[in-house]
C-alpha cells in the first residue's frame, strides 16, 4: 500500500505487540550496508493482536527508539511500516483470462463476495501472478481494516515518521529469506515471535496463502515459568539454552531439569505441528496450484526472535517430513550471501529484525 510514489531515503519500521525494531540500510560500493539500527520492547497491553490499544504511549516509545537509535542519525522522517499480519486479509482469486486493465477495471466487483468486511471498511491492493493456465488470470488480494490502517497512521503522526508505504509482515518477511525475492518451489516461512507465529506459503514470486498460528514465543516463556517455578526472564534464557535437550523422544539420558523443560514444552510444539499441517493439508487440497512453478511444498525457513529454540527445527522435521531451515535475513544485503551477520547485528539478532530487514530493503530496491 504506497502512500507517496516520490523515491525517499527511508528506514523500515517493525512495530508488534510487544516489540519495534528499526533498520536503515545504505548502498556501500558493492553491498547494502547499515546505516542505523534499533529495537525497544513494548510493554504488554500498549499493542493487542496488533491492535493498537493506547496511542500516545506506543508513540513515546517510537520516539524514544529514534533518539537512542544506533549507528548513523536517520536523517529522514519518512519509513517503510510493517502491518500487523493477524489482521491482514490475503486471497488468491481465480477469474477468468483477462488483460491486466479488464482486471484494474472490474477488482471492485470481485472483491466484495471475498472479503470479511464490506468494500467501503477496507484499504486493498491486487497483483495479477504468473500463470501457466489459458483459460484463468490469478490475482493476490491484500485487504486490511481502514480502522487499523488510520490508529497507525495516527501512531506515526504523532511521533513524527511519514509513512510511504505500509506492508504485511508476512511480505517483509518473504524479501528478506528469499534470494532475489523468488523461489521455484513452494516454501513455507514461520516467523516465530513473542505475540503468535506467521505462516506463509511463497511460491515463485508472490504469496499464496498467510495465517497467523496462536503459539508465540511468550506461550514457551509461561510454561516454563510454570513447571520451574522461575521468572520469565530466566526462562526465556533457558528455552534457547536447553530447549529440547537429547531430542523429545523420552531420553533417560537427560537430567531431571532437561526432563522438565522438555515436558512443558512438547505440548505447544505439538500444537504448532499440528498447525502447520493443517494448513499444509489445506494448501494441498485446496490451493491453487496453475500460478506455481511447482505445486509441492519443498521446505520450511524458520524466522522471528523465537526461531532459536533448541532441537526445533529437528523436531518439526519429524512431524512435517520436510527440510526445516533457519532462514538468512542477509541473503540479500550480503555480498557474500553465506554471510548471515554484520558487526553491528549478530545472526541470533537479525532472525528478529528479519521484518524490518525487509522493510528497509523495499526501501531501496523498490520506491
Request: hydrophobic share 40%; aromatic share 8%.
Amino acid at each position: 500500500m504506497d502512500f507517496f510514489s516520490p523515491k525517499q531515503e527511508a528506514f523500515g519500521l517493525d512495530l508488534s505487540d510487544f516489540s519495534l525494531k528499526i533498520v536503515k540500510l545504505k548502498k556501500g560500493k558493492e553491498q547494502f550496508e547499515v546505516a542505523s539500527f534499533g529495537m525497544r520492547e513494548v510493554p504488554a497491553g500498549l499493542i493487542k493482536k496488533g491492535v493498537i490499544v493506547r496511542e500516545d504511549a506506543v508513540a513515546g516509545i517510537i520516539k524514544e527508539a529514534i533518539a537512542e537509535i544506533k549507528g548513523e542519525k536517520l536523517g529522514t522522517q519518512y519509513a517503510v511500516c510493517s502491518l500487523p499480519e493477524e489482521e491482514a486479509f490475503l486471497k488468491v482469486i481465480r477469474l477468468p483470462k483477462m488483460s491486466k486493465e479488464e482486471i484494474a477495471r472490474g477488482i471492485k466487483w470481485q472483491l466484495e463476495p471475498n472479503l470479511p468486511l464490506s468494500l467501503e471498511e477496507v484499504c486493498f491492493d491486487w497483483q495479477e501472478l504468473p500463470s501457466r493456465s489459458k483459460e484463468n488470470s490469478f490475482v493476490l488480494i491484500s485487504a486490511l481494516s481502514k480502522k487499523i490502517i488510520n490508529s497507525y497512521l495516527s501512531v506515526f503522526k504523532k511521533a513524527g515518521i511519514i509513512p510511504i508505504v505500509f506492508e504485511i509482515e508476512s511480505m517483509a518477511s518473504a524479501r528478506s529469506l528469499l534470494k532475489d525475492g523468488s523461489s521455484p518451489q513452494p516454501v513455507i516461512i514461520l516467523d516465530i515471535g513473542a505475540s503468535g507465529t506467521g505462516f506463509t506459503i511463497f511460491s515463485g514470486e508472490t504469496i499464496l496463502f498467510t495465517s497467523h498460528v496462536a503459539v508465540s514465543g511468550m506461550d514457551f516463556n509461561r510454561a516454563l515459568a510454570e513447571e520451574l517455578n522461575i521468572e520469565i526472564k530466566e526462562a526465556e534464557r533457558l528455552k534457547i539454552k536447553v530447549g529440547l535437550p537429547g531430542g523429545f523422544e523420552d531420553n533417560p539420558e537427560i537430567s531431571e531439569l532437561e526432563r522438565k523443560i522438555r515436558n512443558a514444552l512438547l505440548p505447544i510444539l505439538e500444537k504448532l505441528s499440528s498447525e502447520i499441517q493443517h494448513y499444509i493439508d489445506y494448501y494441498r487440497n485446496y490451493g491453487i496450484i496453475e500460478c506455481v512453478p511447482n505445486g509441492i511444498i519443498s521446505k520450511i525457513l524458520l524466522c522471528g526472535g523465537d526461531s532459536l529454540l533448541y532441537g526445533l527445527p529437528e523436531f518439526l522435521s519429524s512431524k512435517s517430513k520436510l527440510s526445516i531451515e533457519i532462514g538468512n535475513p542477509w541473503i540479500n544485503i550480503l555480498l557474500e550471501s553465506s554471510k548471515k551477520e554484520t558487526s553491528q547485528i549478530s545472526y541470533k539478532e537479525s532472525l528478529g529484525y528479519t521484518v524490518a530487514l525487509g522493510l528497509a530493503l523495499r526501501s531501496l530496491i523498490e520506491i
